[in-house]
């Protein structure tokens, strides 16, 4: 049987950040005397990608990055379950072009493996595995279906049926909040189908995770952390940054930061921005996906790898539906994974740890009984929601503002270059994020 979901954006808490995590680049210090020909702003799989292009490129370039880490939304960490997991990207999309998933292919320490495509999921109902689960894809071959055929700037909510079916709410569910950070009536299905050209061809896992991956490759980068810009003064000829460990200057620089963090307005922009960029901030706005994690002492343990469990959402009263996929065992850790999801994702993360925690585990229970509270063995929050650095979990276009995509990439000044997942052509993706990183520095080099 086929995996039913995950075909196209397959993607795709404690306090996420001071976490016990990588091995570090070479860490540098900018200097302010200095003029560099680019500085870089932000130390995701877009900045890191966008700084390695420009240096091969033999460009003076320094990349400021406001945390302790590098990899931004692409994070391992190997602490607090004892063995990797990933708090933001899991699943190695595009695997045939994924530069992260070729290198680790080429790389002894890392073990990459493609996801297997027979059975692998559980679908339950209330307390019983459903064998039969026809009614539940009939209503997500459908809704899946509206959505690929609709050319309109709409909104999936208009043109997806079955909406009054029992299934209704887990469709969406998996459709909108999990691959999508979404609820259907908050992204455009135009900017769902159209730029996304790359050829399907199935997901990847890295053992050692995404984020160890994308962190190796671009472990000899020089990044100056803890340095988080919060101005950039684009009136000269060039480009200087505040910062708080003091200004940089630079004849150019590349901005890679979240869609998130550009519209809490974190950066101040001097002069203005037009109104139509700072609008892109906005339209192309943050979805939202948290991760509660738990780890149990029995429940699980013989479940084969990489498996997922959907379970039916009663019909609520609500827009968002309150509930969640749940990944179990990646590449065998024996974690399982509840990742909620849209504005109830985006308020149950604001609630705090204590409430994400408690709603997961209350859903897990009524699939499972109470006898897993005494089977709880460790449990985590990564919440991005409220992360100042992120502020969501990656972008898509609100209905009717598909063309401010277009005008989110564009640069400004022919000095303010834009990069990152949200400009991405595979936007809300590493692989995504990384190629705009390289292309905006392809740019600037045939610039300077
Ligand atoms: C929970 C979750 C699950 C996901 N799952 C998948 C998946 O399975 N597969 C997939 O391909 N993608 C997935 N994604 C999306 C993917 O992680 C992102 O698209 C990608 O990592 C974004 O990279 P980026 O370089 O564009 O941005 P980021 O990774 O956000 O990098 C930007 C950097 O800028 C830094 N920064 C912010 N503000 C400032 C400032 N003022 N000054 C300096 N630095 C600053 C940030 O700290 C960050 O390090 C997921 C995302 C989340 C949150």
Request: proline share 3%; aromatic share 12%.
């Amino acid at each position: 049987m086929i995996q039913k979901p995950k075909n196209r954006r397959s993607f795709i808490k404690t306090s996420l950040l001071g976490l016990g995590l990588l091995s570090f680049p070479n860490i540098i210090l900018a200097n302010s005397k200095e003029n560099y020909d680019v500085v870089v702003i932000g130390a995701g799989a877009a900045g890191l990608a966008a700084t390695d292009e420009l240096i091969k490129s033999g460009k003076k370039v320094i990349c400021l990055e406001a945390s302790n880490m590098i990899g931004g939304r692409a994070i391992t960490d190997n602490q607090i379950f004892g063995e990797p997991y990933d708090l933001g990207a899991l699943w190695i999309e595009n695997g045939n072009t994924n530069n992260f998933k070729i290198y680790g292919e080429n790389n002894s320490n890392f073990n990459v493996y493609k996801e297997r495509y027979e059975e692998m999921y559980s679908v339950y109902s209330g307390n019983k595995r459903i064998s039969n689960e026809d009614a539940l894809w009939k209503v997500y071959d459908n809704a899946t279906a509206a959505i690929a055929k609709t050319r309109k700037d709409v909104a999936p909510i208009d043109v997806v049926p079955y909406q009054d079916d029992r299934w209704f709410n887990t469709v969406h569910t998996i459709i909108g909040p999990w691959e999508m950070g979404k609820d259907f009536s908050n992204y455009s299905c135009k900017d769902f189908n159209f730029d996304y050209e790359i050829p399907e061809s199935g997901v990847w896992h890295c053992k050692e995770g995404y984020g160890s991956l994308v962190a190796d490759m671009y472990k000899k980068i020089p990044v100056q952390l803890n340095t988080k810009v919060t101005a950039i003064d684009w009136s000269g000829s060039g480009v200087k940054l505040s910062t708080d460990k003091g200004i940089i200057s630079a004849k150019k620089c590349i901005v890679t930061v979240s869609n998130g963090v550009l519209s809490s307005g974190q950066i101040k922009f001097t002069p203005n921005l037009s109104a139509e960029k700072e609008e892109s901030f906005f339209k192309i706005s943050m979805g939202h996906y948290n991760r509660v994690t738990f780890k149990f002492k029995k429940l699980f343990k013989k479940k084969a790898k990489d498996n997922y469990l959907y379970y039916r959402i009663d019909k609520q009263n609500t827009s968002s539906p309150e509930g969640f996929c749940v990944t179990i065992n990646p590449s065998d850790t024996k974690l399982c994974m509840c990742d909620p999801g849209g504005e109830f994702g985006k308020n149950l993360a604001k609630a705090g740890v204590d409430a994400s925690l408690d709603f997961a585990l209350s859903e897990l229970k009524k699939i499972f009984g109470n006898k897993i509270n005494k089977d709880l063995k460790q449990s985590h929050v990564a919440n991005w929601s409220t992360n100042p650095l992120f502020l969501g979990a990656w972008a898509s276009a609100e209905p009717g503002a598909f063309k401010y995509r277009e005008i989110l990439r564009q640069s400004v000044g022919d000095r303010i270059y834009f990069a990152g997942e949200a400009t991405a052509k595979d936007w809300g993706t590493v692989n995504g994020a990384q190629v705009s990183g390289i292309n905006q520095a392809k740019k600037i080099v045939s610039s300077i």
